[in-house]
């Protein structure tokens, strides 16, 4: 997967980690990463650990938010 340019913005709506995990993988997120600034926002529905400490290990402070309808959080990560 090559990712180009830069992105201020990030809506991540892959398939959960469960079902598509290769979507999920911490060489994805370092791709990600990669072509975001400092300020630039990440948005997911999965709020799973492993995911946080990536996104975390990656430069990005992590905030929970309340999830849509039967969904109890989702994560915003802004990049530092």
Do not use: C
């Amino acid at each position: 997967m090559n990712i180009e340019g830069l992105y201020d913005l990030v809506y991540f709506d892959a398939f959960g980690p469960d079902k598509q995990p290769e979507m999920w993988s911490r060489e994805v997120m370092q791709k990600i990463a990669a072509v975001t600034h400092p300020g630039s926002v990440f948005v997911t529905y999965s709020a799973k650990g492993e995911l946080k400490r990536n996104l975390r290990d990656l430069g990005f402070e992590v905030t929970l938010l309340p999830g849509p309808p039967g969904k109890r959080v989702m994560i915003r990560a802004v990049k530092k």
